[in-house]
Nanobody
Framework: QVQLVESGGDSAQAGGSLRLSCAAVGLRAYDLCMAWFRQAPGKPREGVATISSDGFPTYADSVSGRFTISQGKARDTLYLQTNSLKPDDTAIYYC?????????????????WGQGTQVTVSS
């Protein structure tokens, strides 16, 4: 059974940090493309960060310089280190996966989705 399981969401103060994790279960790992998305209340889902097939990260402008995406050696685990958090970062964060050309921050590029993990940042 295919599953993406996120963890690490929590409440934090502005300026704080959280580390999100996503484990891909039941998916072939060596050519898997993964990304982080988020959706705040009343707003559309937006791409946050992803990694290309050769390991180069892409970030949304809103998180560049504050968030860092990384993968486990087996490419079946994805991490998002979130630093200098702002109240605008409050959202449900989703892990997404697909096979194909990695590096997209468009949600239509991804076939598999996790249930999401809540990040709440207070001022």
């Amino acid at each position: 059974q295919v599953q993406l399981v996120e963890s690490g969401g929590d409440s934090a103060q502005a300026g704080g940090s959280l580390r999100l994790s996503c484990a891909a279960v039941g998916l072939r790992a060596y050519d898997l493309c993964m990304a982080w998305f988020r959706q705040a209340p009343g707003k559309p889902r937006e791409g946050v960060a992803t990694i290309s097939s050769d390991g180069f990260p892409t970030y949304a402008d809103s998180v560049s310089g504050r968030f860092t995406i990384s993968q486990g050696k087996a490419r079946d685990t994805l991490y998002l280190q979130t630093n200098s958090l702002k109240p605008d970062d409050t959202a449900i964060y989703y892990c997404a996966a697909a096979y194909g050309i990695c590096g997209s921050l468009l949600d239509v590029s991804y076939e598999y989705w996790g249930q999401g993990t809540q990040v709440t940042v207070s001022s």
